[in-house]
């Protein structure tokens, strides 16, 4: 199987304030490399369990609210990720979290990492299942023709507005020490 390599695009398109669209961006391809599609699957299937295994480290960030984080539609938009927590002598523990969806075709990755908030599954992926929830609402169905790009000003917005409450959370915890 052959996988294309593609740089990220920002913006999908441009609009003018009647929705007319004025520039469309398309799939760049930087390399193409071989895979083995056994392999890939096999692996593929690991990175979706994080989010759909019960035993998954981010399971409990995309299946509740108790944890921070949302009921995220993986039926819709089955997500293959990667918790981790990345350690600094002398600092406390850094929060990463990257994501893919859909896993087999994705459209959107994102990654989140947060210096000294903890562990990745406690606060990056959570706070992750939150912001793709919220793009995913406004995509609606994968088929839709005319779905909106997650990087619409809303969007971001929201993004921009679960970082600072989560650093404000973090903030309060360290002030009851």
Same mark, same amino acid.
Request: with cysteine.
């Given at each position: 199987?052959?996988?294309?390599?593609?740089?990220? /695009?920002?913006?999908? *398109?441009?609009?003018?304030? /009647?929705?007319?669209?004025? !520039?469309?961006?398309?799939?760049?391809?930087?390399?193409?490399?071989?895979?083995?599609?056994?392999?890939? /699957?096999?692996?593929?299937?690991?990175?979706?369990?994080?989010?759909?295994?019960?035993?998954?480290?981010?399971?409990?960030?995309?299946?509740?609210?108790?944890?921070?984080?949302?009921?995220?539609?993986?039926?819709?938009?089955?997500?293959?990720?990667?918790?981790?927590?990345?350690?600094?002598?002398?600092?406390?523990?850094?929060?990463?979290?990257?994501?893919?969806?859909?896993?087999?075709?994705?459209?959107?990755?994102?990654?989140?990492?947060?210096?000294?908030?903890?562990?990745?599954?406690?606060?990056?992926?959570?706070? *992750?299942?939150?912001?793709?929830? !919220?793009?995913?609402?406004?995509?609606?169905?994968? *088929?839709?023709?005319?779905?909106?790009?997650?990087?619409?000003?809303?969007?971001?917005?929201?993004?921009?507005?679960?970082?600072?409450?989560?650093?404000?959370?973090?903030?309060?915890?360290?002030?009851?020490?």
């Amino acid at each position: 199987m052959v996988e294309l390599i593609s740089p990220p /695009n920002i913006v999908t *398109s441009v609009f003018d304030r /009647n929705g007319e669209m004025l !520039k469309e961006f398309g799939k760049r391809v930087k390399e193409e490399i071989e895979i083995d599609l056994d392999f890939r /699957n096999r692996v593929l299937r690991g990175l979706v369990g994080v989010t759909e295994d019960i035993e998954g480290t981010a399971y409990w960030a995309f299946n509740s609210v108790a944890t921070d984080g949302a009921f995220f539609p993986l039926e819709n938009f089955p997500t293959a990720a990667k918790t981790g927590t990345a350690e600094v002598r002398g600092k406390a523990d850094s929060s990463v979290f990257a994501a893919m969806t859909p896993a087999q075709d994705p459209d959107y990755v994102m990654v989140v990492m947060l210096e000294e908030a903890g562990f990745g599954s406690a606060v990056a992926a959570p706070m *992750s299942a939150r912001v793709l929830q !919220k793009g995913s609402r406004r995509q609606g169905s994968r *088929s839709t023709n005319n779905r909106k790009s997650l990087c619409s000003f809303g969007f971001i917005t929201t993004m921009h507005r679960l970082v600072y409450l989560a650093r404000k959370r973090l903030v309060e915890k360290f002030r009851k020490f």
